[in-house]
């Protein structure tokens, strides 16, 4: 045994003796025998024994450094399968023995959850499942100690094609992990990064309880005020790390998800994908509902941040209906609307009126099923918004005032902005003088609820209002652009994420506009540029749509005279020249859709400029 501290003869000898194993086993070790026999074999066994019985923690380093240079060694030659697999298990005893030493300063405590994960990682990545297996936790304890090695950059998601399903999250040491893990095994770990604390535990106080509490009444202020519900969101992300059961922690990760869209300027893009990727992972519990709920932030989540036109999203909404109607009774049917819903929204993007309203009225019909007023509310503007494109002006404003006066009566903030947004657009088309005012509520609304974005298209549709419902000549044309211009600059100050189709959709709305009062005052210069920001703007947000939308305005905007009663439709090949005029290469979708815009709105002259300055 080894007395650290002991000056006698003995210790000289011992050290002595210690050097002497050192040397045997590094010359064993670094042996050209292609073939381990039994007593050589045997021989590293009882050399190694001793070493970890007597070296110290300096004598030990050494020996792993050596072990794992020889094992690396790129002029090493192949060896047989005996040799290649033996330098990293002796490497591997040695760092163990080390790292155990060094564990909480004693000698045999356990090592935790967190250090474990990161010891798995460091031989492949591996998804949650496969660790809490490995590991012999639950899979809940495994994605929280996940999710804090994540925040200390410790690891990160990867893809993996061996489980290209979609249905893991596969995780992998970072550089900084990987670089803490040799600092550690190479006993070079002279910091506290709290990896080695022991595992939160608590038999004292019910923390489900309180969870369960918590996220019920976040649930209930996402409806009403996000503004609000965000004051309370670091109590419930710290929360849900401190319970176990699925069931709970996934609910609270939604709430969490949906707040990061309701209020866009709470988190990260990045803070966000995180919850999702333990709400993903929890779902490998088959809890049918848990697996719903998912797979829907999922879509939501590439919808707001990835790439709104991604075929993934139809995947995973319908996923998450099929697990939904799996699940079935109230939860399973509610996350079935809201599916219907998102479908529904996204119809409106692709243009698709008719089914956009379809959707929208079977999540409306099945919200008013279950007596959830919130989703009814947001599935009728939706179907709103489609007659609005449909040309049904009357009905859609009908439908409007009504969602308003009902969502004052609930108290539901977003939908009594929203509905005021549209229902301000069809004001401007019916020429009512109170157009504005209504819009301007809709923007301050938007702005106490945190959306800064959707407050600036809001603050510029008001500005617009006046316009329309006047002469719409060429000096009230630049009054009006001024102020957008202030508005164009308010959303690029934006602090929704930069990575947002949305944002850049809003932005390209505003210098579309933009670029049209150009046209109209004559200022030839100054509209170019504002429609190449709006088609730089519109790429961005992945949107043929918006893309046609922006060559549609220029052939309107230049080709129709307001003298004239009529003009005529553009052929695909005049579309084309339209875009290749800003070097645009565009698929013939994109250019059917706009050739098709122009024949929609074209038919007079007034009501096509009304409709190039309304928000659509």
């Not at 790439?307 to 139809?314: G, L, T």
């Not at 695909?572 to 698929?587: H, I, S």
């Amino acid at each position: 045994m080894y007395y650290r501290g002991d000056p006698s003869g003995a210790a000289q000898e011992r050290d002595a003796q210690v050097s002497e194993t050192v040397a045997a086993l590094g010359e064993l070790l670094d042996s050209d025998d292609e073939v381990l026999d039994g007593p050589t074999s045997y021989l590293i066994g009882q050399l190694a024994a001793e070493l970890i019985g007597s070296a110290s923690d300096a004598e030990l380093s050494q020996m792993i450094v050596a072990t794992h240079q020889q094992s690396s060694s790129p002029h090493r030659e192949v060896a047989p399968q005996s040799r290649q697999s033996l330098l990293p298990m002796l490497s591997g005893l040695l760092q163990g023995v080390l790292a155990d030493r060094q564990s909480a300063g004693q000698a045999g405590s356990p090592l935790t959850v967190r250090e474990r994960v990161l010891n798995i990682l460091a031989i492949e990545p591996r998804n949650p499942k496969s660790l809490s297996t490995e590991i012999g936790c639950s899979i809940a304890t495994a994605s929280r100690a996940l999710s804090r090695l994540r925040g200390n950059e410790l690891v990160e998601c990867t893809a993996n094609s061996d489980l290209a399903d979609g249905r893991y999250v596969m995780y992998q040491l970072t550089d900084r992990g990987k670089k803490r893990q040799q600092d550690r095994f190479f006993g070079q770990l002279n910091y506290d990064d709290g990896i080695s604390e022991a595992d939160y535990q608590d038999d004292g106080y019910d923390y489900a309880q309180a969870l369960a509490q918590l996220t019920q009444l976040i649930a209930e202020l996402n409806d009403h005020d996000p503004a609000v519900a965000a004051e309370l969101y670091p109590a419930l992300d710290a929360l849900k790390d401190r319970v176990d059961e699925p069931e709970l922690r996934a609910a609270a990760l939604g709430e969490l998800s949906m707040l990061s869209r309701s209020k866009p300027d709470l988190v990260s893009a990045e803070q966000s994908r995180s919850w999702l990727d333990e709400m993903i992972t929890l779902a490998q519990e088959e809890n049918p509902l848990i697996a719903a709920r998912a797979y829907y932030e999922r879509a939501r989540w590439t919808m707001r941040y990835h790439n709104a036109d991604d075929s993934s999203i139809e995947d995973d909404l319908a996923t998450a209906q099929k697990y939904a109607a799996a699940a079935g009774g109230p939860d399973g049917a509610r996350r079935n609307a809201w599916c219907l819903y998102q479908r529904s929204t996204r119809a409106l993007w692709r243009w698709d009126w008719t089914q956009a309203q379809s959707l929208a009225r079977a999540a409306s019909t099945e919200f008013d099923d279950l007596g959830e007023h919130h989703g009814r509310l947001a599935s009728q503007i939706v179907g709103a918004r489609a007659e609005l494109a449909l040309g049904k002006v009357a009905a859609a404003y009908d439908q409007l005032a009504e969602v308003v006066e009902s969502a004052k009566r609930y108290g539901y903030k977003r939908q009594i902005a929203d509905g005021l947004f549209w229902w301000g657009q069809a004001k401007i088309l019916k020429d009512e003088a109170d157009a504005r005012e209504i819009l301007d509520a809709a923007a301050d609304l938007y702005s106490e609820l945190g959306d800064q974005d959707w407050s600036a298209v809001a603050k510029a549709s008001a500005e617009t209002a006046p316009f329309i419902t006047g002469e719409m000549d060429a000096a009230a044309a630049r009054s009006l652009r001024k102020e957008l211009e202030k508005t164009s600059a308010e959303i690029e100050k934006s602090t929704d994420t930069v990575s947002s189709p949305a944002h850049y959709w809003k932005a390209a709305s505003i210098n579309r506009r933009i670029a049209v009062l150009s046209a109209v005052a004559g200022d030839e210069q100054r509209a170019e540029r504002a429609w190449k920001r709006a088609l730089a703007d519109y790429t961005e947000s992945d949107s043929a749509e918006g893309v046609a939308e922006t060559l549609a305005s220029y052939w309107l905007a230049n080709k129709i005279d307001p003298a004239e009663p009529s003009a005529d439709v553009p052929s695909d090949d005049d579309m084309r020249a339209v875009a290749e005029q800003w070097d645009l290469t565009v698929p013939d979708r994109t250019i059917d859709l706009a050739v098709a815009e122009v024949s929609r709105v074209q038919s007079d002259p007034v009501d096509s400029i009304k409709h190039l300055l309304t928000y659509g």
